[in-house]
C-alpha cells in the first residue's frame, strides 16, 4: 500500500493522527510526503480526487464518511 492510502485509512482510526490533523491540517498534512494533488483532495475533502488518487471507492468513502470530515469546509453532504 503506497504511503497515501495509509495515510487515508490512519485518517479513519487513528485518533492521534485524526486529532493531528484537526487540530492543523495544513501543517499535519505537511509532514507527510505527498503530492500536490493528494494534499490538496484532503485538505479540500474532495471525494472525487480521493477515489481518484486512492483507486478505491471504498476507502475514499470511508473518509468521507469519518465524523471529522464533514465540517463546514466539506464538499459532500452526509
Given at each position: 500500500?503506497?504511503?497515501?492510502?495509509?495515510?487515508?485509512q490512519?485518517?479513519?482510526?487513528?485518533y492521534?493522527?485524526?486529532?493531528?490533523y484537526?487540530?492543523?491540517?495544513?501543517?499535519?498534512?505537511?509532514?507527510?510526503?505527498?503530492?500536490?494533488?493528494e494534499?490538496?483532495?484532503?485538505?479540500?475533502k474532495?471525494?472525487?480526487?480521493?477515489?481518484?488518487?486512492t483507486s478505491?471507492?471504498?476507502?475514499?468513502?470511508?473518509?468521507?464518511?469519518a465524523?471529522?470530515?464533514?465540517?463546514?469546509?466539506?464538499?459532500?453532504?452526509?
Amino acid at each position: 500500500m503506497n504511503k497515501f492510502n495509509t495515510l487515508v485509512q490512519d485518517l479513519q482510526g487513528d485518533y492521534s493522527k485524526i486529532a493531528s490533523y484537526l487540530s492543523n491540517p495544513e501543517e499535519f498534512l505537511k509532514s507527510y510526503d505527498l503530492s500536490e494533488a493528494e494534499y490538496n483532495a484532503l485538505l479540500s475533502k474532495d471525494f472525487d480526487s480521493l477515489a481518484t488518487l486512492t483507486s478505491d471507492n471504498e476507502l475514499a468513502a470511508g473518509v468521507m464518511s469519518a465524523p471529522w470530515m464533514h465540517s463546514q469546509r466539506c464538499t459532500v453532504k452526509p
